[in-house]
């Protein structure tokens, strides 16, 4: 009876719009108890969700608030535990050299240096807890496709790949260790293809690329996407392959 009353436990960031509150929303449907961490609270009431509205581009705070929440949790009555890294935004489009320096540093620290600060709380915080643990980072063929125009958001995907190996090679050498993967999600209908689409095209040269796919309806809907995201995460071969790509399943 005990075993039947316990649940999964899933932290999402970037939960309030988009692929996130896809994530977000259908996670509650199949019963997981869900904390998000974004700027704003996602736009719906669950008893089984708890909203954070915390910037990501300050990480340190967040993190610390993450570690002493889990432990204030009792893994018991969790059936697992995942972290999400969803959240990411992308700097102005245009070349490296005509894009401000705090644009760029706030592209990184909510793409690569809060994610970095949000798994090692959540692997230090659930160390000891005898549940499965994954960790799921929602990363880009950006990161390994490099585009003219969008440095800071290749270098982001780029590093959270690279992240997600070398956690994966610490955590095999663990008891119960978790599971990694930086899983590229294919190419989504969100506000930031938007932003790609209304780009100057004098300064982002792959701008007709986006508008093509977005004219043609090559685009999946957040919800596809999340499903698709969701359907990996519950793979049993997941970490397997530290990094992967929702359409090479």
Not at 38 to 60: F, N, S
Not at 88 to 94: K, M, N, R
Not at 194 to 216: C, I, K, N
């Amino acid at each position: 009876m005990l075993e039947a009353m316990k649940t999964s436990l899933t932290l999402v960031t970037g939960g309030s719009r988009g692929l996130g509150l896809a994530l977000v929303r259908q996670l509650l449907d199949r019963g997981d108890r869900v904390l998000t961490l974004a700027r704003r609270a996602p736009p719906l009431e669950h008893p089984a969700l708890i909203a954070w509205t915390v910037d990501l581009a300050d990480p340190a705070p967040a993190a610390s608030r993450l570690a002493a929440w889990l432990g204030a949790q009792d893994p018991g009555m969790l059936a697992s535990v995942t972290l999400v890294n969803n959240a990411g935004v992308i700097s102005e489009l245009a070349p490296l050299g005509e894009v401000g320096a705090a644009d760029l540093s706030h592209a990184l620290r909510v793409g690569l240096e809060a994610p970095m600060l949000l798994a090692s709380a959540f692997l230090r915080a659930t160390a000891s807890w005898q549940v499965p643990r994954k960790l799921l980072f929602v990363s880009s063929g950006l990161g390994r496709r490099a585009m003219a125009g969008s440095a800071s958001y290749c270098a982001a995907k780029a590093g959270m790949d690279h992240l997600a190996r070398a956690i994966a090679l610490e955590e095999a050498a663990r008891p119960n260790g978790a599971r990694v993967v930086s899983l590229a999600p294919g190419v989504i209908d969100t506000d930031m293809q938007v932003q790609l689409r209304s780009a100057d095209p004098t300064r982002f040269t792959d701008r007709s690329r986006f508008v093509g796919l977005h004219e043609g309806g090559m685009l999946d809907s957040p919800e596809t996407a999340a499903a698709k995201l969701l359907r990996y995460l519950d793979r049993a071969d997941f970490g397997h392959q530290p990094v992967a790509d929702v359409r090479d399943a």
